[in-house]
């Protein structure tokens, strides 16, 4: 117990340290954090033995796991629709440059420089051309930007560059078959026709409690006056 108090001390200890720097830089406090235990880890694997900053502890990877679970979906939560149809282009265009670029560069340097092999280098590329959405969202929560236009399409992008990372790790290392594009093009189907319903009886339901309420609010004049 003892050591588990410690541990927990000196990752609170860092993240302090990590947020007074980032105040005192000027800097993200996201990137302050990751350059503070970066650094922090190695110094104490150096010191102290392999175990550093025991990260992969069970209590710690539930907390890193809730926190990033919870900070992608207030970051889904931002995404606003209307913003994503009127900057769709400029969404796109960041959201595929950035997946593309570093995905296919990697590969090609891991592949023809490092001299790995296909599927590893492939690996790479999908590994180092992902973004983190949560640290993405908690920077733009930080400066403000999450309420403005151009964070929103900023987060648009970043999830269109997630979206290619899922794609590309189904396409390269998924057994598929005929079978399998079977099943994916019918369950897609399904999707849409109960979107499509779905859709139908929410704009009926509208459209009936309207109808209702402009009939009771005839039935009461004053209410209307009121």
């Not at 979107?195 to 009939?215: A, D, P, Q």
């Amino acid at each position: 117990m003892a050591h588990a108090w410690a541990l927990s001390a000196l990752w609170v200890g860092l993240a302090l340290l990590a947020t007074l720097l980032a105040i005192w830089f000027k800097v993200s406090t996201a990137l302050s954090e990751i350059v503070v235990g970066t650094i922090a880890q190695l110094i104490i694997s150096l010191e102290f033995g392999a175990g550093g900053l025991q990260g992969n502890t069970q209590w710690i990877s539930f907390l890193a796991g809730t926190g990033a679970i919870v900070l992608t979906f207030l970051a889904g939560a931002e995404l606003d629709p209307t913003i994503f149809k009127i900057k769709w282009r400029e969404s796109l265009v960041v959201g595929l440059a950035g997946f593309f670029g570093p995905f296919l560069g990697c590969t090609a340097i891991a592949h023809f420089v490092l001299h790995w092999p296909m599927l590893p280098s492939w690996l790479c590329g999908v590994a180092l051309s992902t973004t983190s959405v949560a640290v993405v969202y908690a920077v733009m929560l930080e400066l403000g930007f999450n309420v403005t236009e151009y964070g929103k399409a900023i987060l648009a992008a970043c999830f269109v560059n997630d979206l290619g990372t899922v794609i590309a790790l189904g396409l390269i290392f998924s057994p598929f078959t005929i079978k399998t594009l079977v099943f994916v093009a019918k369950m897609q189907a399904s999707v849409i026709v109960m979107g499509k319903r779905s859709h139908t009886v929410l704009h009926r339901w509208m459209i009936g409690s309207n109808s209702e309420r402009v009939l009771r609010y005839a039935h009461c004049p004053v209410m209307i006056v009121h």
